[in-house]
């Protein structure tokens, strides 16, 4: 029998039309399932949270998250990734 490990990749906010994916909502399923979550908050690092975090900081839930990306070149051009595990 072949086993899965289940991941969840999501971009936290979308920056054209302006959402917010519902993040709480989202960790919990994955929670639930056992799923790894993949978080990119490429558009939101620099724009929200507290210290520029993205949306897992401003909701509370950057210890729920297991990987976040992101970009700085959103908001600090020069400097392209950040990756978090």
Known sequence: ?????RLLHVFSSFVLPGDICPLAELL???KE???ITFIDEVHAVGLYGKHGAGIGEREGLLDKMDIITGTLGEWIYP???VVRV
């Open 1 to 5: 029998m072949i086993s899965y490990q």
């Open 28 to 30: 919990a399923v994955c």
């Open 33 to 35: 399932y056992g799923a």
């Open 79 to 81: 400097i392209r990734i």
